[in-house]
């Protein structure tokens, strides 16, 4: 099996607030992030494909095609927008770095026509990221 | 799906690689520059990864208000600007390569209690990287 991976960039503003949190909750949990103007990041977003390359192109999926993918279902969702309010997939999520790669992880998977979705990696920062992986079919790795 | 959050850290420390029970010879040969008894210092940069259910209050594994601290009570305030060998007692016996500096960071970290520690991976230079998998502990 070959992995390959395609990397896009977009720029999303955002801010972290629980309606049922107090003032005072939602600023002691969330801290700077709770700004009600919110804040942005560059989010770097990596998508990994696992699959066989096909014989007669040896490609596993065409690069063409995912950067396709990714353009219409995440770079028109998400760069320069802001995730509470212009997302609906996002409704009614904080909008972490897990919901967003969980969110592009549901938008991705039924899109790929060759090979298997295998891991969304979502950088907020270079110092954080989120990964989203196929469960393994027995759960090994999920928390106890 | 399964999910994980990774949080990068980094410390500067510097150590020295050598077997008290090998000979000068043999220390030189297996650890060259590393071996030099004065030694020497790197950059490390940490990687921490956890794991666990999404708290749906919060939509988060792990709340960085609470890994962030934690990561510095018990790694970086301990390593960070320090000599491993003299100052890390787990490397009072055991050589400090980086393999055994993850190992250490793993079993300090284990006690976090908001999440599941799932991995620690280590950079020593741009150039080469260590990790351990909780599946790999011991």
Redesign the interface.
């Known amino acids: 099996m070959i992995r390959i991976t395609r990397k896009v960039e977009f720029s999303a503003s955002h801010f972290?607030h629980?309606p049922?949190?107090s003032v005072e909750e939602n600023h002691r949990?969330?801290?700077k992030c709770n700004n009600p103007h919110g804040h942005g990041h560059n989010y770097t977003l990596e998508v990994t494909i696992a699959g066989e390359p096909d014989p007669a192109t040896g490609m596993v999926l065409d690069l063409k095609e995912l950067k396709d993918i990714l353009q219409r279902e995440v770079m028109d969702r998400m760069d320069h927008r802001h995730l509470n309010y212009e997302v609906p997939e996002l409704a009614g999520?904080?909008?972490?770095?897990?919901?967003i790669?969980?969110v592009i992880?549901?938008l991705l998977e039924s899109k790929i026509s060759h090979g298997k979705l295998d891991r969304v990696r979502l950088y907020e920062s270079?110092?954080?990221?989120?990964?989203?992986?196929?469960?393994?079919a027995n759960g090994a790795?999920?928390?106890? | 799906m399964k999910l994980s959050l990774t949080r990068r850290y980094g410390f500067a420390a510097s150590h020295r690689l050598h077997a008290p029970n090998l000979s000068a010879e043999e220390n030189k040969r297996i650890y060259g520059k590393c071996n030099n008894p004065y030694g020497h210092g790197h950059n490390y940069a940490l990687e921490v990864t956890v794991t666990g259910p999404l708290d749906p209050a919060t939509g988060m594994i792990a709340n960085l208000g609470d890994l962030d601290p934690f990561v510095e009570r018990e790694v970086l305030a301990a390593f960070d600007q320090k000599n491993l060998n003299e100052e890390v007692a787990a490397f009072r016996d055991a050589v400090p390569t980086t393999e055994n500096v993850c190992r250490e960071i793993f079993r300090r970290l284990q006690k976090f209690q908001a999440a599941h520690l799932e991995r620690v991976r280590i950079e020593e230079t741009s150039k080469n990287s260590f990790e351990i998998g909780a599946e790999d502990f011991a």
């Open positions: 972290y629980n049922n949190f949990v969330f801290g999520k904080i909008p972490t770095c897990e919901n790669a969980a992880w549901q270079p110092n954080l990221f989120a990964d989203c992986t196929a469960a393994s790795g999920k928390r106890a």
